[in-house]
């Protein structure tokens, strides 16, 4: 058998799509959730500062940086490597997962009010971070498997700056970020099968470790980060916990946010690179 089956890749997509539903019916539909997502924007102002003066910067290139990346990779794949179908698949499901991210924020979801003190208009998905996020999503899909875990962390590093950018500076709600997320996972999942199945031939590679971009590290090292999320979000949401004699939060909500973006951006990366390096053909 040249390729893996489309299940495992399908599966993936399914459970993008779960939790892209579970995500909106939580942080939109219900009081608690509102609460917690607002909250996390309202205290982004006591960061704003320098950091949000960058991050404003970095969010004004990152469209154009995200385009220009990603057309420099494809165009490179597709002319120098003859990855013409892997190309057109990638730009097909970059373009159908921000469509779809216009059209759910602007006329499939709402957002109800539930005594949340917030605008009534629904912010959820993020464009700019599913603009992000599939434009690395893209190029991981044209490289080569050896490359892919390398690109994974960068790419999804790149998708979790993006997504925190947009809370920092007031644009967006975690839960905003976290949707888009699982907007482009959910159509770059089944995309990949078809590069996988297509491309059977450029898509061996010697197994991790023989290349210093197929390195265990690059998988590693986006678990530490999210682990060290982890502690930092148990920390935060312990001292908002209902306790006597507990003072009011100032910026706990907004550290748990971006705690709850990093957490999920990474464990998408290192599951884009393990289901795409079990799917890959060794040589």
Request: hydrophobic share 60%.
């Amino acid at each position: 058998m040249r390729t893996a089956g489309p299940g495992p890749f399908l599966l993936a997509s399914l459970t993008a799509t779960v939790g892209l539903l579970a995500t909106y019916l939580f942080f939109v539909r219900t009081t608690t959730g509102q609460y917690i997502d607002e909250s996390a924007l309202v205290e982004s102002v006591a960061l704003y500062g320098a950091a949000g003066k960058a991050t404003l910067r970095f969010l004004d290139m990152m469209p154009a940086l995200s385009v220009v990346a990603a057309a420099v990779a494809l165009g490179y794949a597709a002319i120098f490597r003859g990855r013409w179908f892997a190309a057109l698949v990638a730009v097909a499901a970059a373009a159908g997962a921000n469509i779809t991210t216009q059209v759910l924020k602007a006329d499939l979801l709402t957002r109800p009010f539930r005594g949340v003190e917030t605008l009534t208009e629904n912010s959820l998905p993020s464009g700019h971070t599913t603009l992000a996020a599939s434009a690395a999503a893209a190029v991981f899909l044209v490289a080569s498997p050896r490359w892919r875990p390398f690109l994974a962390f960068v790419g999804s590093t790149f998708a979790v700056a993006s997504g925190a950018s947009t809370l920092v500076n007031q644009w967006h709600r975690p839960a905003d970020v976290v949707a888009a997320f699982l907007v482009v996972a959910a159509f770059m999942a089944p995309a990949g099968w078809l590069v996988m199945r297509v491309g059977w031939r450029w898509n061996a590679w010697d197994g991790p470790g023989a290349h210093w971009a197929s390195s265990h590290a690059w998988l590693a090292l986006p678990v530490v980060g999210g682990m060290v999320a982890a502690a930092g979000a148990a920390v935060a949401l312990v001292r908002i916990a209902p306790l006597a004699g507990q003072e009011a939060s100032t910026t706990n909500y907004f550290w748990a946010g971006c705690a709850l973006i990093v957490i999920t951006g990474y464990l998408l990366g290192v599951g884009a690179a393990w289901l795409f390096a079990g799917a890959a053909r060794r040589r």
